[in-house]
Nanobody
Framework: VQLQASGGGLVQAGGSLRLSCAAS????????MGWFRQAPGKEREFVAA????????YYADSVKGRFTISRDNTKNTVYLQMNSLKSEDTAVYYC????????????????????WGQGTLVTVSS
């Protein structure tokens, strides 16, 4: 199983970026896909998640209304559209996949995910 994250970069505050996570090696139709981030000196935190089957989405309060998670079944790819970026969004962003769908709020827990991508750096300049 491989998750390949891409799309990070340097952007000015207020700008936008779209991250991609290409999944391969197994079927993810019963999975929950998540995005987490880790800023320097901080713990990894939940950003957003999508249940592959059904497309239910969940967001951290800090990104709600600015970020959108989506999936493309034909490409086995999950996206994170990030708008109105702030300096506090600067972090390494990781995509992750669970073996089974996550419910009841468990999607916020990194230990619920079985597979992780390598991370992509997002830097927002103020």
């Amino acid at each position: 199983v491989q998750l390949q994250a891409s799309g990070g970069g340097l952007v000015q505050a207020g700008g936008s970026l779209r991250l991609s996570c290409a999944a391969s090696g197994r079927t993810f139709s019963s999975s929950t896909m998540g995005w987490f981030r880790q800023a320097p000196g901080k713990e990894r935190e939940f950003v957003a998640a999508i249940v592959w089957s059904g497309g239910f989405t969940y967001y951290a309060d800090s990104v709600k209304g600015r970020f959108t998670i989506s999936r493309d079944n034909t490409k086995n790819t999950v996206y994170l559209q990030m708008n109105s970026l702030k300096s506090e969004d600067t972090a390494v962003y990781y995509c992750a996949a669970s073996s089974a769908s996550l419910y009841g709020g468990s999607w916020v827990n990194s230990y619920e995910y079985d597979y992780w991508g390598q991370g992509t750096l997002v830097t927002v300049s103020s």
